[in-house]
């Protein structure tokens, strides 16, 4: 492989390696999107499956988040533990109760990403540490680490 094709794959696969990163907007989106879901999944029985497919797919078990130009990791696995607990339960009082932390818990973190980005915008300092403080503080509804690869 010559110099100049080995240097564009590389270069290539960076580039897709940082447009997989979200903003940090677009991740709030997709967690309000997803409480929307869940509030559909909710009132219409027969878009259970496909809903929780749904949600699924709109916040990855484990993604990188772009704020401010550093990069984030967020781990949603606590998502994916109550959606696959709702599934596999039998009791609909537990199925709607697996719903209703999800919703709430989704609802938090959307307060959280909303509150942190006007006070990280209305405060000095440095706003991805604020941030992180709030996610950190919520205890589990998203767990937030510092991406080691800069």
């Known amino acids: 492989m010559s110099r ?6 590389v270069t290539l696969l960076v580039a897709v390696e940082a447009s997989a990163a979200a903003s940090l907007l677009n991740y709030e989106h997709r967690v309000v999107r997803a409480a ?9 029985k027969d878009y259970g499956e496909e809903g929780i497919s749904d949600i699924k797919g709109l916040l990855p078990r ?4 772009l704020y ?3 990069e984030t990791r967020v781990d949603n696995t606590w998502l994916y533990v109550l959606l696959d607990s709702y599934a596999s339960e ?4 537990m199925r709607a109760a697996r719903l ?4 709430g818990r989704l609802r938090a973190l959307d307060e959280h990403l909303r509150g942190a980005e006007a006070e990280a915008s209305s405060q000095s300092g ?3 540490e604020k941030i992180l403080e709030l996610m ?4 589990g509804t998203a767990f937030w680490e510092e991406d080691t690869q800069k």
């Open 4 to 9: 100049i094709t080995l240097t564009l794959v």
């Open 36 to 44: 929307e879901l869940i509030g559909r999944v909710k009132a219409d």
């Open 62 to 65: 484990s993604e990188i988040v």
């Open 68 to 70: 401010e130009g550093e």
């Open 90 to 93: 039998k009791d609909t009082s």
């Open 100 to 103: 209703n932390e999800a919703l």
């Open 126 to 128: 440095d706003p991805r």
């Open 136 to 139: 950190k503080a919520e205890g």
